[in-house]
C-alpha cells in the first residue's frame, strides 16, 4: 500500500554539478535512454509515465479538429493496467506540460486538468506516493534519482477528489461513459441469464430422472 510522504525541498545544482550527474547517469543507463547536455545548459532526456487511471479516457482521431471539442470521432475506452509510456522532454518542461504533452501523444480528448503526476519511490520496503505540483521539473527529479525506476517512477492518476466532479465533464464524455456503463451492465446480466440456465438445465434433468417410470 502507498504511503503519503511529504514533500522534498528542491536543491538547485550548478551547472557543474549538472554535467557530472548527467555523466554518472549515462554511465548507469541500462535501456540506452541517456540524457544529452546542451551548450546552454539545457539538458535533455526521457521519462517512462505509468498509467493508473480508474476512469474512462476518451480518445479522438487525429483528423478531429480543436482538442475539447465533441466530436462524432471520439471513443471512450478503459486504458489497461500497467500501461507505460516514454516521452522525450527538457530540463525545463514542468509536470502541466509533461501531462499535456502525454495526452497529446495519444489523442487524448480529455482535459489535462483532470489529471496528476506523481513520483512514487521505493525505500526500506515501503512505497512512497507524493504528487508533483505543476512547476516542478520531471527531468530534474529523473537527473537526481538516477535511471532505476526502483528509486523513482512516474505515475499518471486522475485527481484524488473523493467524489467524482461529473460536471467537470463535457457532454460527449458524459454520453460516452453512459455507453460503457450499459456494455458492462447488458455483459454481467447476460453471465447470470446464462449462469442461470445451465442450473436450470440441470434441474430439468434431474427431475426428468426422478419422475421417470421405473
Known amino acids: 500500500k502507498d504511503v503519503q510522504k511529504e514533500r522534498e525541498p528542491h536543491v538547485y545544482l550548478s551547472k557543474e554539478e549538472v554535467k557530472e550527474k548527467i555523466q554518472s547517469y549515462n554511465s548507469s543507463v541500462t535501456d540506452k535512454l541517456k540524457m544529452t547536455l546542451n551548450a546552454n545548459g539545457i539538458y535533455t532526456g526521457f521519462i517512462k509515465v505509468q498509467m493508473e487511471l480508474c476512469r474512462p479516457i476518451t480518445v479522438q482521431s487525429s483528423q478531429s479538429q480543436g482538442r475539447y471539442a465533441p466530436s462524432n470521432q471520439e471513443t471512450a475506452f478503459y486504458l489497461p493496467d500497467g500501461c507505460v509510456n516514454t516521452l522525450h522532454i527538457s530540463s525545463t518542461n514542468t509536470v502541466r506540460e509533461v501531462i499535456e504533452a502525454l495526452l497529446k501523444k495519444f489523442f487524448v480528448a480529455d482535459n489535462p486538468a483532470k489529471f496528476a503526476l506523481y513520483k512514487r519511490c521505493h ?29 523513482l517512477s512516474f505515475v499518471l492518476r486522475e485527481h484524488e477528489t473523493g467524489e467524482v466532479m461529473w460536471e467537470a465533464f463535457s457532454i460527449p464524455e458524459l454520453q460516452n461513459f453512459l455507453r460503457i456503463l450499459d456494455k458492462e451492465e447488458n455483459d454481467q446480466l447476460q453471465i447470470l441469464k446464462n449462469r442461470y440456465a445451465a442450473y436450470r438445465g440441470k434441474l430439468e434433468e434431474a427431475l426428468r430422472g426422478v419422475l421417470k417410470p421405473g
Open 123 to 151: 525505500k526500506e520496503d515501503q512505497v512512497y506516493t507524493c504528487k508533483l505540483s505543476d512547476r516542478e521539473h520531471p527531468l530534474y527529479l529523473r537527473l537526481v534519482a538516477g535511471p532505476k525506476t526502483e528509486m
